[in-house]
């Protein structure tokens, strides 16, 4: 055990970006905004809502007991680092949480703009839900300054879901320490001094360890610049296909490279076009929460190639046609 999670930190260090403290936790994402939240928070947080995750984690600090504030955008709008800096001028918080890229929507928000307004603040802890872009866009954790970072294994880096990754800066697990009440299961300070030994702190998903470990030594072996290259490319596809025959969702220049949310200015079942390609054997997702029916989401991200892509596109214009 201690040999396999030494072999895996190094990588999951390189995918954050960070030389900051790494934690393994054998529960989805989920868990972990749960985490940050009860290790990081003792009272007030700023949420950055944006759709249905950002406004998942705000829930999940109005359950934990703390008082959420939420700064909220449209849908498809992105947030800017003004909003940001005007909110941060006006109140106290804690933390800022971030979802760095709303999968509801298909948004990339200026993580480095963003970052760098909360680091003018001293005492305002900047926490990344990055679970659908860890893998597939760059984060750098350490030169954005992120203190608390998480992703499930099962969005970009794809793997079997039922496992997430964070990374901790020294701030926050310093904040932690003194937090009363902040749990056993997620508590930062605990699973890092356990990690930093190489050790679990409670049984661990060995299954998933082991596939991490040959998980991160090919994504390693692409190479992360061409990853995120090649889920650009994978995106400016689907983004050229969907502006042809429907719309995107995101604002201009904050499409996300790893999902995109397609509008459905025609009006078409999406329920039925969505069987259809099932049929053929292609899956893409309707909208998520309030826009179920309003758009359909297609993933590139993870193991997908170009060329699946646009054997995808080709069924889907088939779809259409008939
Ligand atoms: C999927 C997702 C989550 C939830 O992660 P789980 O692994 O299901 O707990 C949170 N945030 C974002 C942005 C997601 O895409």
């Not at 949480?97 to 802890?125: D, F, M, S, W, Y």
């Not at 056993?184 to 470990?213: C, I, N, W």
């Not at 390693?220 to 969907?242: C, D, I, K, P, T």
């Not at 025959?245 to 025609?266: D, I, Y």
Request: aromatic share 6%.
């Amino acid at each position: 055990m201690v040999a396999l999670i030494q072999e895996i930190l190094p990588g999951v260090r390189i995918l954050f970006e960070t030389q900051e403290a790494i934690l393994l936790s054998s529960s989805s994402a989920s868990g972990l905004m749960e985490g940050a939240i009860r290790n990081c928070v003792e009272r007030r947080c700023l949420h950055l809502v944006s759709g249905a995750f950002g406004e998942r984690w705000r829930q999940v600090a109005a359950d934990c007991g703390r008082e959420p504030e939420s700064l909220q955008v449209a849908a498809g709008e992105p947030f800017t680092s003004e909003a940001v800096d005007e909110a941060l001028a006006k109140e106290d918080y804690e933390a800022v949480c971030l979802t760095h890229n709303e999968t509801a929507t298909g948004v990339t928000h200026p993580l480095a703009a963003i970052a760098q307004v909360v680091r003018k603040h001293e005492n305002v802890l900047l926490m990344v839900d990055a679970v659908s872009s860890l893998g597939g866009i760059p984060v750098a954790m350490d030169s954005n300054g992120i203190d608390v970072c998480f992703a499930s294994v099962q969005k970009a880096i794809a793997l079997p879901p039922g496992f997430s990754l964070c990374a901790v800066s020294k701030r926050a697990l310093s904040k932690a320490r003194g937090m009363k009440g902040r749990g056993y299961y997620f508590d930062f300070a605990r699973l890092a001094e356990a990690s930093e030994k190489g050790q679990p702190l409670a049984t661990p998903s060995v299954s998933h360890l082991m596939a991490l470990r040959v998980q991160l030594r090919i994504m390693l072996q692409e190479g992360l610049q061409n990853r995120y290259a090649r889920h650009a490319a994978m995106a400016e596809r689907v983004r050229s296909w969907a502006r042809e025959h429907f719309g995107v969702l995101a604002k201009s220049g904050f499409e996300s490279n790893t999902v995109t949310c397609v509008t459905n200015p025609r009006g078409i079942q999406v329920a039925e076009f969505i069987q259809r390609l099932k049929q053929r054997g292609y899956r893409i997702s309707n909208g998520y929460g309030s826009l179920k029916d309003a758009t359909f989401r297609i993933g590139h991200m993870g193991e997908h190639s170009l060329e699946g892509i646009t054997e995808l596109l080709r069924a889907m214009d088939e779809v259409l046609e008939a």
